[in-house]
């Protein structure tokens, strides 16, 4: 049995109160086959704080309307709030302008966006793409698709043992052809945080854009896309405390200016006959049809959350609750970390001797935690380290010394079990 030491439960000294933390989360509190619940899936996604729930309920019970088309006060409102939502995501990401914050369903819409409506009408044959092994499937088959629709040619930089960017290799795939650049800021599979900012430098001395896949990113680190200097960043809200079915691309706006529709019908449009129709201007160009109202608000009020907390506090008690957790779910025999990356943040991959993910996820969900078990939509990160899947433990704001305990024991429960 793993022990659990006495330094190993005490609460670490950070300006997080966690238990208040946890207090704003209504889901947290209860039981799973009798057990308390441990969750630890807040890679696939996190919980809602009750401001959010709050904030998506008032706007339903008292001002629910469409916008940017009624004249009324309820639509008036509802406007309001959604463009609020908009001005909240811009200073969250610092971007210079308002109209370079597009909504849309989520990081995978806004990579197709960009796939779709920059791919199509910039790329020809011959010229290149460069992606890496540790994408999310998000951040490989848009790319695919794109390459064969118009002949360019799909790069990968690979990665090392640790789950880190081979940037030697990085710096090799980079030439006349290169195009474009779609990297992942921080790895569902393996936790690895990329330098994004080194990145963005490299492949812009070649001329080439570049988009970061802040899925993983937005509830962990502070964003700061004028910064990366990227030139296309996005993320999922309910991978930060927001809605599901909501998210964002920003763009540079001279991109996004000179970019074709990605959907085209209400909203998008200035004016329409039957002989032509001229775009609306940015960022409803991008915003066809009734958007997703109530979860773009509720964003807005995710965002106030994390501000409130402040990413320097979330950045820092995570980062020492993953120390915490890296040392002491080592300490289970036969465990194999996948992602050790050095630079990594609150994702712990793992193999368990030779017990499939499967049934570590099954073991521990009947000790009530939460964890994913499988590829994690990251099949050709499985194929570098050779398995068919692993655990996967992912940490947020309210998580604590103690669950990773609960998950310790569990996992040597799991060791017994199939002894
Ligand atoms: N990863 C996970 O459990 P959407 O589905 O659009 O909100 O996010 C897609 C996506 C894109 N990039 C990265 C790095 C991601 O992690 C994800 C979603 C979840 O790891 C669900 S597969």
Not at 77 to 106: C, H, M, P, Q, S
Not at 233 to 240: D, G, L, N, R, T
Not at 274 to 301: D, Q, R, S, W
Not at 358 to 363: A, F, L, M, Q
């Amino acid at each position: 049995m793993s022990e659990i030491t006495a330094e190993r439960v005490s609460t670490p000294a950070t300006k997080l109160d966690v238990e208040a933390v946890r207090s704003d989360f209504p889901l947290l509190h209860q039981e799973v086959y009798g057990k308390p619940l441990v969750y630890l899936d807040n890679a696939a996604t996190t919980q809602k704080p009750r401001q959010v729930i709050e904030t998506v309920d008032d706007y339903y019970r008292h001002y629910n309307s469409n916008i940017h088309r009624g004249v009324h006060n309820l639509s008036e409102k509802a406007t309001a709030a959604y463009e609020e939502a908009r001005e909240k995501v811009r200073r969250f990401i610092n971007a210079t302008d308002l109209k370079e914050i597009i909504f849309v369903r989520g990081a995978t819409e806004g990579i197709n966006l960009v796939a779709h409506s920059y791919g199509v009408s910039s790329l020809k044959t011959g010229d290149e793409i460069i992606i890496s092994e540790m994408e999310h499937h998000s951040n490989i088959v848009p790319w695919q698709i794109l390459c064969e629709q118009t002949g360019a040619i799909l790069k990968v930089i690979p990665i090392n043992d640790a789950g880190e960017l081979d940037m030697a290799a990085y710096e090799q795939l980079l030439g006349p052809r290169t195009r474009l650049v779609s990297i992942v800021h921080i790895s569902n599979a393996l936790g690895t945080i990329n330098p994004v900012k080194q990145i963005v430098e490299m492949a812009h001395a070649h001329n080439a854009i570049v988009l970061v896949d802040g899925a993983q990113a937005t509830a962990h680190t502070a964003i700061d896309v004028q910064a990366l200097d990227c030139d296309f960043y996005v993320f999922s809200a309910h991978k930060a405390f927001g809605p599901t079915g909501t998210g964002v691309l920003y763009g540079k706006a001279e991109l996004l200016d000179a970019m074709p529709p990605y959907q085209s019908g209400g909203d998008m449009i200035k004016m329409v006959t039957f002989k032509k129709t001229l775009f609306n201007e940015l960022p409803y160009k991008f915003e066809a049809g009734t958007p997703h109202i109530a979860g773009v608000i509720g964003m807005g009020a995710a965002i106030d959350y994390i501000s409130g907390l402040g990413l320097d506090n979330i950045a820092a008690y995570e980062h020492e609750l993953l120390g915490y957790a890296t040392s002491a779910v080592q300490e289970v025999k036969g465990l194999r970390l996948v992602g050790t990356a050095h630079h990594k943040t609150s994702i712990l991959s793992f193999i368990l001797g030779s017990i499939h993910a499967h049934d570590i996820g099954t073991i521990l969900d009947h000790e009530g935690i939460a964890v994913r078990a499988g590829h994690h939509c990251a099949m050709p990160v499985m194929e570098r380290f050779s398995i068919p899947a692993t655990a996967r433990a992912s940490f947020a704001i309210y998580n604590t010394r103690e669950e990773v305990n609960t998950l310790v024991r569990a996992l040597d429960k799991c060791r017994e079990i199939f002894a």
